[in-house]
């Protein structure tokens, strides 16, 4: 089984940047399709991005196209989220979440190891 853990978290001003890292312990997570999930206070979790496990499938929301970027590190089992220009709606827990099987989906129940989350929160 895979063990996630998130960081970087924070509270920023509208503009700014944080950089999440999700590391994972396990042998899977360098052939797992990964990906970030966030949830704002009374709204479903909805993907934000997502990557395939060697990083040539890369999906993201709309909502955050051009302003964040995924990543992975199969070599230190970990993956980030680059945010950039974040806006207050982009505020919620931040959650990493791993697949064994398949590609990119961007229903959480296709997913089949979480992170416990971390918080951004993006005001001024």
């Known amino acids: 089984q895979v063990h996630l853990v998130e960081s970087g978290g924070g509270l920023v001003q509208p503009g700014g940047s944080l950089t999440l890292s999700c590391v994972a312990s396990?042998?899977?997570?360098?052939?797992?399709?990964m990906a970030w999930f966030r949830q704002a206070p009374g709204k479903e979790r909805e993907i934000v991005a997502g990557i395939s496990w060697i990083a040539s499938i890369i999906d993201y929301a709309d909502s955050v196209k051009g302003r964040f970027t995924i990543s992975r590190d199969n070599a230190k089992n970990t993956m980030y989220l680059q945010m950039n220009n974040l806006k207050p709606e982009d505020t919620a827990v931040y959650y990493c979440?791993?697949?064994?099987?398949?590609?990119?989906?961007?229903?959480?129940?296709?997913?089949?190891?979480w992170g416990q989350g971390t918080q951004v929160t993006v005001s001024s």
């Open positions: 979440a791993g697949k064994l099987r398949g590609g990119i989906r961007r229903t959480q129940s296709e997913y089949d190891y």
């Open positions: 396990g042998r899977t997570f360098t052939t797992s399709t």
